[in-house]
Nanobody, 118 residues
Framework: QVQLVESGGGLVQFGGSLRLSCAAS????????MGWFRQVPGKQREVVAR???????NYADSVKGRFTISRDNAKNTVYLQMNSLKPEDTAVYYC????????????WGQGTQVTVSS
């Protein structure tokens, strides 16, 4: 079992920056593929960025060049640096951990709200 706790969300102006953190406990996350997803009311949760155990990362087209996902396995923590924020980035952001050896074994945090004002 992996417990995930997100932090760092808040209210920011258009063009501003935020750094989200996802602290994991219960298991070391070094072998997990970690990800950030977001969801707005009435819409499906969508992937924002994912990072594999070897630190290769991929991003949604909407955030490429603005967001950076990283991981610190020693701290059991994953980050999402968000720059040049836009109002359309407003959402609840969720951290996720995928166990690579058992498809479907997935853990979620409780989410953190990010609001970008225009």
């Amino acid at each position: 079992q992996v417990q995930l706790v997100e932090s760092g969300g808040g209210l920011v102006q258009f063009g501003g920056s935020l750094r989200l953190s996802c602290a994991a406990s219960g298991s070391r996350i070094s072998i997990y593929t970690m990800g950030w997803f977001r969801q707005v009311p009435g819409k499906q949760r969508e992937v924002v960025a994912r990072i594999a155990s070897g630190s290769s990362a991929n991003y949604a087209d909407s955030v490429k060049g603005r967001f950076t996902i990283s991981r610190d396995n020693a701290k059991n923590t994953v980050y999402l640096q968000m720059n040049s924020l836009k109002p359309e980035d407003t959402a609840v952001y969720y951290c996720n951990a995928d166990y690579p050896f058992a498809p479907g074994v997935r853990y979620w945090g409780q989410g953190t709200q990010v609001t970008v004002s225009s």
